[in-house]
């Protein structure tokens, strides 16, 4: 999506909520083309590969339809929306399934090798690799900490778990991050 | 050190390891690549497009069989009345005037820690002699013979030299807001960039990661020094990136002036302030290429976006004297202003490219347009 067909304000895409709150999937479409990219970027980052990033990015838009009544305007939508995908890929890390499936090779880094809205440089690279690299709740708690800005309670609260354990995933995964990348580059 | 980075640490504990960093140079290397590795993860891009469109698939999750797109506003999902619809409305207008409010701040007004370091600071016109609290919209003074130190939220501190006046402009957890009206501040922050601003006369200081030192003299003028990490200097439209190790002057009345390093010459420095501010052009401009040294390379290469095309050509030969331009970066190349040739020229003489990348290379693309 090009930089100029992003919504104006903040207001239109209030207008836009409300028409999908009364159902107008026209209006739902266009907050998706809106904010995929966020909501892809942390599920993303969370999941495995990309395909796994899809499916969770489109179980956070289903379910953010099936509640969008429960969106009261009191944050901005994208915020209510991304603390959405934020827990769906939280609950699919937790699930048994999922656990017992999960083999992640430190060899299969391809999700970060499609495009991304800038030309990211070799920095760049090397570090969305080690944070894939990272083990799962220490990574979980990176991303959402020192990428996307939430707090150690609320990571707690959306993790169920002590706001001390978040800052102890925390300190791990800064520290095995430090140690990777010191040497890859 | 990872919760002393994010300001978590009772404060007793936060002063131990800030005096321990003083003194212990491994620490504080450690520390710095902490900081860097925490500054790197939030410029990482919070938008990446997914591989292919997921729409479709959404679409058939959330519209019924019998659902046409061309009706949509006709249906009503999940039976919700237009009674219930219409209570919905009017709470959302309440909500709304509510959410306006408290945006503004006007449900809390949180304050900040002020320590006097020395003398009697004032706060608006109470004395401070020990500890106190400084609110949105109070000014925090110094004279000749008192100092300050201000907590600022859990994102760093900001100390005050004597004959200074600051004031608490705003505090969000994005966006702590300062003054300074007059006199020095040394600012030590380790949020993540961008959370962190001092208006000045002469412009917006925006942290992105850093240690720097602020002055505005009498005249208004700013004189930014960073001491770690990378600070922008804005003003309208104008905006520099100044690494370590640099220096900036602002006036009032003009755009941001050219970035020195420390190590410049007092010539050079004096040649600058004509060149930026006194409009002495061509003179100024040649006795700044002949002061110049390869320490001063970044100012050269800031230099061929402040200069006229009949004169780029003079930096742009300086420039190449003192640092090899990269393969790839040609003459023509930069002479022409090419986007990617200043990034890959702009690295080679140190500065962390995702930072160019985040902040510069946008204005530079404006620029061409």
């Given at each position: 999506m090009?930089l100029?067909?992003?919504?104006?304000t903040?207001e239109e895409?209030?207008?836009?909520?409300r028409?999908?709150?009364?159902g107008?999937?026209?209006?739902?479409e266009r907050?998706?083309?809106?904010e995929?990219?966020?909501?892809?970027?942390v599920?993303?980052?969370m999941?495995?590969?990309t395909?796994?990033?899809?499916?969770l990015t489109?179980?956070?838009f289903v379910?953010?339809?099936q509640?969008l009544?429960?969106f009261?305007?009191?944050?901005?939508?994208?915020t209510?929306l991304?603390?959405?995908?934020?827990?769906?890929?939280?609950?699919?890390?937790?699930?048994?399934?999922?656990r017992?499936?999960r083999v992640?090779?430190?060899d299969d880094?391809?999700?970060?090798?499609h495009?991304?809205?800038?030309p990211?440089p070799e920095?760049?690279?090397?570090l969305?690799?080690s944070?894939?690299?990272?083990?799962?709740?220490?990574?979980?708690v990176?991303?959402?900490?020192?990428?996307?800005?939430?707090k150690?309670?609320?990571?707690?609260?959306?993790m169920?778990?002590?706001p001390?354990?978040?800052?102890a995933?925390?300190?791990?995964?800064r520290?095995?991050l430090k140690a990777?990348?010191?040497?890859?580059? | 050190?990872?919760?002393?980075l994010?300001g978590?640490?009772?404060a007793a504990?936060?002063?131990m390891?800030?005096?321990?960093?003083?003194g212990?140079?491994?620490c504080?290397?450690?520390f710095e690549?902490?900081h860097?590795?925490?500054?790197?993860?939030s410029?990482?891009?919070r938008?990446?497009?997914p591989?292919r469109n997921?729409w479709?698939?959404?679409?058939?999750?959330i519209?019924?069989?019998?659902?046409t797109?061309?009706a949509?506003?006709?249906?009503?999902?999940?039976g919700?009345?237009?009674?219930r619809r219409?209570g919905?409305a009017?709470?959302?207008v309440?909500?709304i005037g509510?959410?306006?409010f408290?945006?503004?701040g006007?449900?809390?007004?949180p304050?900040?820690?002020?320590t006097?370091?020395?003398?009697?600071p004032?706060?608006g016109e109470?004395?401070?002699t020990k500890t106190?609290?400084?609110?949105v919209?109070?000014?925090l003074?110094?004279d000749a013979?008192?100092?300050?130190?201000?907590?600022?939220?859990?994102?760093?501190n900001?100390e005050l030299a004597?004959d200074?006046?600051l004031?608490?402009?705003?505090?969000k957890?994005?966006?702590h807001?300062?003054?300074?009206?007059?006199?020095?501040?040394h600012?030590?922050?380790?949020?993540?960039?961008?959370r962190?601003?001092?208006?000045?006369?002469?412009?917006?200081?925006v942290?992105?990661g850093?240690?720097y030192t602020?002055?505005?003299?009498?005249?208004?003028?700013?004189?930014l020094?960073?001491?770690?990490?990378y600070v922008?200097?804005?003003?309208?439209?104008?905006?520099?990136?100044?690494p370590?190790?640099w220096l900036?002057?602002?006036?009032?009345?003009?755009?941001?002036g050219?970035p020195?390093?420390?190590?410049a010459?007092?010539?050079?420095?004096?040649?600058?302030?004509?060149f930026?501010?006194?409009?002495?052009?061509?003179?100024a401009?040649?006795e700044v290429?002949?002061?110049a040294r390869?320490a001063?390379?970044?100012t050269?290469?800031?230099?061929?976006w402040?200069t006229e095309?009949?004169?780029?050509?003079?930096?742009?030969d300086?420039l190449?004297?003192l640092v090899?331009?990269?393969?790839?970066?040609?003459?023509t190349?930069?002479?022409?202003?090419?986007p990617e040739?200043a990034?890959?020229?702009r690295q080679?003489?140190?500065v962390?490219v995702?930072y160019?990348?985040?902040?510069?290379?946008?204005r530079?693309?404006?620029?061409q347009?």
């Open positions: 090009l100029e067909e992003r919504l104006e903040s895409v209030l207008v836009l909520v028409r999908a709150q009364a107008d999937t026209t209006a739902f907050l998706y083309e809106q995929v990219g966020h909501v892809y970027a599920c993303l980052r999941a495995t590969d395909r796994e990033a899809e499916a489109q179980d956070a379910r953010a339809w509640h009544d429960g009261r305007e009191e944050s901005a939508f994208s209510w991304h603390r959405i995908a934020v827990n769906v890929a939280l609950s699919a890390q937790r699930s048994a399934r999922r017992e499936a992640r090779s430190t880094l391809t999700p970060f090798d495009p991304v809205p800038q990211a920095a760049t690279m090397d969305e690799k944070i894939a690299t990272l083990p799962e709740q220490a990574r979980a990176l991303v959402l900490h020192d990428i996307e800005g939430y150690h309670a609320e990571i707690g609260a959306m169920g778990i002590a001390g354990t978040s800052k995933h925390l300190h791990r995964a520290t095995l990777r990348l010191t040497g890859w580059r | 050190m990872s919760d002393y994010d978590t640490l009772p504990r936060q002063g390891v800030e005096q321990h960093l003083s212990c140079p491994a504080r290397a450690e690549r902490l860097t590795l925490v500054a790197e993860l410029v990482l891009p938008s990446i497009p591989p997921l479709e698939d959404i679409e058939a999750q519209v019924p069989p019998d659902r797109r061309e949509p506003m006709r249906a009503v999902r999940r919700f009345s237009s009674w219409l919905v009017a709470a959302v309440g909500l509510l959410g306006t408290w945006w503004r006007g449900l809390s007004s304050a900040w820690e002020v006097a370091l020395a003398g009697t004032h706060i109470t004395a401070l106190g609290t400084l609110q919209g109070e000014w003074e110094t013979a008192s100092r300050a130190r201000l907590q600022v939220g859990r994102i760093g900001v004597p200074t006046r004031q608490l402009r705003e505090t957890a994005t966006d807001r300062l003054a300074l009206a007059q006199g020095r501040i600012a030590r922050i380790w949020a993540p960039p961008r962190f601003f001092v208006e000045t006369p002469a412009g917006l200081a942290d992105l850093c240690e602020l002055e505005v003299d009498d005249s208004g003028t700013s004189l020094h960073v001491l770690s990490g922008g200097f804005v003003r309208a439209t104008h905006e520099v990136i100044v370590a190790g900036v002057r602002a006036r009032p009345d003009r755009v941001p050219t020195f390093s420390e190590a010459s007092p010539a050079l420095r004096d040649a600058l302030v004509r930026d501010f006194e409009r002495g052009d061509t003179e401009l040649t290429l002949s002061e390869p001063d390379a970044l050269l290469w800031e230099l061929l402040r095309e009949r004169e780029r050509g003079r930096v742009y300086r190449v004297a090899p331009p990269p393969p790839g970066v040609t003459r190349g930069v002479l022409a202003r090419d040739m990034d890959a020229w080679r003489l140190g962390d995702m160019w990348l985040s902040y510069k290379k946008k530079l693309l404006e620029e347009q």
